[in-house]
């Protein structure tokens, strides 16, 4: 083995500039701050960095950061914008070669350097690199990069459940390499790929293809000699060999003996070993090139009854789909950040992670392989597919993009090419379906091939919906793993109808692998409910929803594994729930803080002992009360423990045995701090502590006072504004000696509760007018006399020339036709209100009202319809 010594170390370093490290040949530095950024068309040789005066920026960046915040509109800039930067390059292009290395960019990137054009690149989600030898020059250089998002019909994804944000949002890097270096132009990769096709816990084979690349003519001397190491991470170098090679063309394919290990320490996720392959190339003992690639050797098989196998052993595939979002700063993400989502799965007790719905940072890639977590990454074809060679093409170059950028990572074992590829024909020409779905099978049939010569070592993957054209298109029968996206109990159906479902596909597709790449309800950490409903975004219906769905997997062999939708709360510009532009279906919010089905999974999936009192959503509760004092509402823990007993202000409430991993309490609440301690019954001391604030709202007002209360109208939940720090209660019928409303009924559309339409011009309150009372007649508390401030909200919600929402007609509401009278104790206090004439569809009317009471008559409000059905959304009286 030759070695550097000093002197040729010195030597080294005079004909190799910039050379960032001892010995590596290579330096890599990236190139992320200070650009200057603009949105528009620009002529690249007009501008010049020093004289614009364009806002200076950091990548990784993106231009939609604010799109999504709530801002009353759906849509964010897709265009163009340019990214200039002057970079001081010291280049010497007799000695090196010189790239620019872009990790990802949204979604069309086109570099000029010095003014001239040196290349560009579709596609938002993998790396890509330019070579600029030609183009730099000694000193300061001109680089102008234009990105570009607009909606272009051939780039996936066409359309789909996120927001597009445009930018360069992750790193880029500057390379210089000698003029004989590892193959840097081969789809972004790292012109290495180490096989490693038989692996047992006996031995393993290892094949190492790529190719070198040189500038014949430009070297000194074609002859090089390329070696290859392997290190064990704690014995160090267990395999090393060399060899001489005479470059005769600018690409020299390396084709290597195959490696044999005795006895290989196998990467699984319990112990995640990564060898780490040295690749060099010499030239007069000097380095040229070195890479130094982490792999992992480990071996495994779907089997379509008893599911998957990792290294001989049976496990469950179980974890959760990541996003790469965080709100207010779209999809430009720090690695730390990538790195402590991956963490967050791994502390989960999660063993998998699909990366829905495209490639994502090598951050992550990273951090699956050392934290070990199994990956499934895929190519952002989601929804549809474009009928254009420009389109397939695209899709091709992304699929192999992947995979080669991708393929040394032994985190990864599953491929897939296409989500959902269907859905949009919902919403398309029924002439054309049949020319779409065939088009959609051709495609799916030339990337599963593409898949497949690229890696025959791992599996393919596409992932369904609940929709039979799948089966009746055959495009079911292309990939080797056949993946579910299902919501029922959500979207459709009830939470059993999943596991029905899945033994209907089972019974007729005995041979196939069946996975479950998407399930999961929506929720919002400010909506609770003691009766959840579909699609009502309360805490409590998300756990009702991920209890059932987990156990139903749990009770079947042949699932082989399963990812929640989704691991946090996401942006999706054009979606509308209960927070305007996020899809709240994460099991932490967006900003990483765990909703307490994360404790669920934590109990199902780890290893580890786990007790959590999962109420951590639900700290300030208003519920109703019959002495005005108390209440009886459940408390409930998530554990793998055999036995919990919970405790409440110090005095045990008895123990239970988990079942499904949890266990509930019925609890006598007191107004104030209820302090909770959940402990482990038996063996080591484990607990966890909680303290809820508890507010009872009073039903018998003869009894009991009442200056302040807030409804929530038309409701099956409550909705807690945490700046006022109020929770607005559902709303109950009007008895007496109490309050309530009299008539009406909570608005459905399209069997939801509540509109999903975003409420203009109103951040922190959007929930509360989505839901309402339609048709109400009164509001009315036998309150004594006094001096109070009544507050009314309300939102018309539907347009004038509305006929269908959400795809079903709503015949009843024609829109434009509903004026009523609000009438206080027998004064009119609002005449003829017309909320879609006065306020516009959507915006809120809120106002107060000060009235007084007198004669011991109470408060009564009526709503007198003109036209239509009156509606409330929410309501509060507070005493002056
Ligand atoms: C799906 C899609 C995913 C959506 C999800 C949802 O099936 O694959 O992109 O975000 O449903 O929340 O509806
Ligand atoms: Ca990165």
């Known amino acids: ?85 002057e970079l001081n390059i010291s280049a010497d292009q007799d000695l090196s070669n010189y790239f620019i290395h872009f990790e990802g960019a949204n979604q069309e990137t086109t570099l000029y350097i010095n003014g001239h054009l040196v290349g560009m690149h579709a596609g938002g989600y993998s790396a890509f690199r330019f070579d600029i030898t030609a183009y730099v020059k000694e000193g300061k250089n001109q680089i102008a990069v234009k990105v570009d998002n607009t909606h272009n019909p051939d780039i996936p994804p066409l359309s789909a459940d ?41 031995s393993a084979e290892i094949k190492i293809l790529g190719a070198i690349q040189a500038a014949l003519g430009q070297i000194e001397s074609n002859k090089i000699t390329l070696s290859f190491k392997i290190k064990h991470p704690q014995k160090g170098i267990i395999y090393q060999n060399e060899t001489d090679l005479e470059l005769q063309s600018s690409k020299k394919e390396i084709s290597w003996e195959t490696i044999h290990l005795n006895t290989p ?15 060099t190339i010499y030239q007069k003992e000097v380095v040229l090139d070195q890479l130094n690639i982490p792999f992992g050797l480990r071996f495994f098989h779907f089997d379509p009854e008893k599911g998957f196998f990792l290294n001989g052993k049976q496990t469950k595939l179980m974890g959760a789909n990541r996003h790469q979002d965080y709100i207010g700063q779209g999809n430009a993400l720090s690695d730390e950040l990538h790195w402590s989502d991956m963490k967050a799965i791994k502390d989960m007790g999660g063993n998998f992670v699909r990366l829905a719905h495209y490639p994502q940072d090598p951050a992550i890639l990273r951090a699956a392989d050392e934290l070990g977590l199994m990956v499934w990454e895929e190519t952002p074809l989601v929804n549809e597919v474009t009928k254009s060679k420009k389109h397939d093409l695209n899709s091709e170059i992304m699929l192999k993009e992947m995979i080669r950028q991708h393929y040394n990572h032994p985190s ?17 020409d029924p002439e054309i379906v049949d020319a779409q779905t065939t088009h959609s099978v051709e495609l799916a049939e030339k990337l599963e091939k593409i898949a497949r010569e690229e890696d025959p070592y791992r599996y393919t993957a596409m992932a369904l919906h609940n929709y039979p054209l799948y089966e009746s298109s055959e495009i079911a029968n292309i990939p080797q793993i056949v993946s579910w996206n299902l919501y029922h109990g959500w979207y459709y159906d009830e939470f059993e109808d999943f596991g029905k479902f899945m033994d209907e596909q089972h019974e007729k597709y005995p041979d196939r692998i069946h996975f479950i790449s998407e399930y999961g309800a929506g929720s919002d950490t400010r909506l609770h409910s003691l009766k959840p409903e579909k699609f ?34 996401f942006s999706s510009e054009r979606r509308i729930d209960s927070n305007p532009h996020l899809n709240n279906k994460g099991i932490m919010t967006s900003e990483r803080v765990p909703k307490d089905v994360y404790y669920l999974f934590q109990a199902y999936l780890s290893n580890n002992p786990i007790l959590k009192i999962a109420e951590t959503n639900w700290k300030n509760r208003s519920v109703l009360s019959e002495d005005g004092n108390t209440s009886i509402l459940p408390i409930q823990v998530y554990s793998n423990l055999n036995e919990v007993e919970l405790y409440h202000q110090g005095k045990s409430l008895g123990t239970l045995k988990p079942k499904d991993n949890q266990a509930t309490w019925e609890v006598e609440f007191k107004k104030g701090i209820n302090s909770f301690t959940a402990k482990n019954k038996a063996g080591e001391e484990i607990l966890d502590y909680i303290e809820i604030d508890f507010l009872p709202v009073p039903i018998d007002l003869s009894k009991t006072n009442l200056d302040r209360l807030f409804i929530n109208l038309g409701s099956n939940h409550s909705f807690f504004d945490a700046k006022g720090k109020v929770t607005y209660i559902q709303s109950k019928p009007y008895e007496k000696n109490s309050w309530g409303h009299i008539g009406g009924a909570p608005l459905y559309i399209a069997n939801k509760i509540g509109t999903k339409e975003d409420i203009l011009t109103t951040d922190d309150f959007v929930p509360l007018y989505q839901t309402m009372q339609e048709g109400i007649d009164g509001f009315k508390a036998d309150l004594p006399d006094g001096d109070y401030i009544i507050e009314l909200w309300m939102v018309e919600p539907f347009p004038k020339s509305r006929k269908f929402v959400d795809g079903v007609e709503s015949p009843e509401h024609p ?66």
Request: aromatic letters at 16%; a neutral charge.
């Open 265 to 279: 320490d196998l990467w699984s996720p319990e112990s995640p070993t990564l060898y780490q392959l040295e690749a």
């Open 815 to 880: 829109g434009g036709q509903r004026i009523f009278d609000i009438v206080i104790n027998d004064k009119v206090i609002f005449k003829n209100l017309d909320l879609l004439k006065e306020y516009g569809y959507n915006y809120p009317f809120k106002e107060k009202v000060k009235v007084q009471l007198k004669d011991g008559k109470g408060l009564e409000i009526s709503f007198v319809s003109k036209k239509g059905k009156p509606i409330l959304s929410a309501l509060s009286i507070q005493k002056q």
């Open 536 to 569: 009502d975004f309360t805490i409590e219906g998300h756990k009702r929803f991920l209890e059932s769905f987990l156990k139903q997997i749990y009770t079947r062999q042949y699932i082989s594994g399963a990812t929640v939708w989704n691991l946090i709360d």
């Open 162 to 202: 996120f927001t597009f944000f445009g930018g360069i949002y992750r790193d880029v890097w500057l390379i210089e390499t000698a003029k004989v270096h590892f193959d840097m132009e081969n789809y972004g990769s790292d012109g290495i790929f180490i096989h490693t096709p038989n692996v047992s816990s006996e």
């Open 1 to 85: 083995m030759k070695k550097l010594n000093f002197a040729v170390l010195l030597g080294l370093l005079w004909f190799i500039p910039n050379v960032s490290s001892f010995g590596q040949g290579r330096s890599t530095i990236s190139v992320n701050s200070h650009w200057k950024f603009q949105k528009g068309n620009f002529n690249p040789s007009n501008i010049h960095f020093e004289s614009e005066k364009w806002p200076i920026i950091h990548l990784p960046h993106t231009w939609n950061d604010k799109d999504v915040l709530p801002d009353g509109e759906r849509g964010y800039y897709r265009g163009e914008a340019w990214y200039f930067k």
């Open 412 to 428: 990864v074992i599953i491929w897939g090419y296409m989500n959902e590829i269907y859905w949009a024909h919902r919403f398309i």
